[in-house]
C-alpha cells in the first residue's frame, strides 16, 4: 500500500466571503489542502493547531489589516520561515515596502487567473523548501565541523602525554652506555628520537590551525620593522643553509631601513619566513639559488621569496594552502615535511591584513626553468 503524500496546508485569511469563495474554487483541491477565514482573530487562534506551509492573506481587513496579521505569525514559533503572499490590489510604493518589512514573501494580484496563482504559489513553497533544506544542511556542516574540532583537540591532547614520555624515556636512553659505545644503537635511538620530534611539530600545527579556525589566536598587529625580520631569518637559517650549500641572498638595496609594515612580528619570523624558508631550503638541491626580494608599491611593500628547486607540481599547488588536503613531500635531501607549515602561513598573512601568492613550475613538467616563487604583500605603517 503506497504512503499519501501530506498536501501543503494554505492558511486563506480574508474578510470578504465572496473572495475566499473564489480562491478556493481557484486552489487545486488535489494539490492543497486549504484552510480559510474571514476573521483574522479567529485565523491567529487557529493558526497554531493548523502550522500551514503557506499563508494567502488580504491586506485591506476591518478587524486587522494584513500587515498586522503578518506581524503576528511572524511572532508564532515554528513559522518565522514560512512563506507570506499578501493577495491585494494594492500596488503603491508604500505597501509594497510596508509588506516587505513585516515579512512578506510576495504579492500577488486579486485579479490573476487560476493558473498563475497556482502556478506562483507551487513556487513559492519549492523555494521555501528548498532554504529550508539548505539551512538544515549548513547546521549539520557546522555541527559536524565543531565535533571533528573537539576531535582534533582531544588527540593532540591524549597523543601529546604518552608522547613526552616516550621523549623522556629516550634522552635517557642517549645519556646510557649503550648508546655512547654502540653505533646501531645511536643510530636508531636518533631516528626515533627525529620521528617523536616530527609528531610533536604535526600536533603543534594541527593546534595552531585549529585556533586560528576557532578565532582564538589573537595577533597584535602593530608597525614591524621589516628589516629586524629579515635579520633575524638570516640569523636563524644561516647554518642549514651552508650545510646545504645553498647560495642565499637578500636585495637589501631595496629594502630601506626605516620601512615598516602591519603584522606580528614574532608569527612572522617563526611561522610565515621561517615555513617559507625552511621549503626553500628543503626542495633545493645542494649549490642552488635561493633570494629574498622586496618592492615598494605604495600602500603595499611586497616581499618576494624565491628558489630554483624542484618546484611544485600543478596537480598539487592548488591545494598548498589547504590545511585539510594532504601535500607534503619529502625534500631534496629526504627531508620529511607535515603539510601544514604553508596553510598556517597563508592564515596568519590574511591576519595581519595581507596577501600571498604562489607561481611554481616543478622540475618534472619544465627541466630547464623551474622552482617556485612566493610573493607576500603586507600594508605599510603609516
Known sequence: MEESVRKPKICLVDDMRTNIMVLEKYLSKDRYEVFSFTSPLEALENVPKIMPDIFLLDVEMDEMNGFELCLKVRAIEGLQEVP?????????????????????????????????????????????????????????????????RILVRLLCHDINNPLTTQKLNLERMVRSEAYKSDPIIQKYINATIRGVDQIFSII????????????????????????????EIKFMFEDRWKKKNIQFSVDDSKLPENIMVLADKTSLIHQVFANLLSNAIKFSHEGQNVSINFEDKGDIFEIKLQDNGIGIPTTMLKDIFKAHVKTSRLGTDKEKGTGFGLPLVKSYVEKYGGIINVESKSVEESANDHGTTFVIKLKKAG
Open 84 to 148: 507570506v503572499v499578501f493577495i491585494t490590489t494594492l500596488n503603491d510604493t508604500e505597501s509594497l515596502e510596508k509588506g516587505l518589512q513585516v515579512g512578506a514573501t510576495e504579492f500577488l494580484n486579486k485579479d490573476m487567473n487560476p493558473y498563475e496563482l497556482n502556478l506562483r504559489i507551487n513556487n513559492t513553497l519549492k523555494v521555501c523548501v528548498l532554504n529550508k533544506e539548505i539551512r538544515e544542511k549548513n547546521l549539520q556542516l557546522e555541527r559536524s565541523s565543531e565535533s571533528n
Open 204 to 231: 603543534d600545527h594541527v593546534r595552531q590551525i585549529s585556533a586560528i579556525e576557532d578565532g582564538k589566536v589573537c595577533l597584535e598587529i602593530a608597525p614591524v620593522k621589516l628589516l629586524d625580520v629579515i635579520e
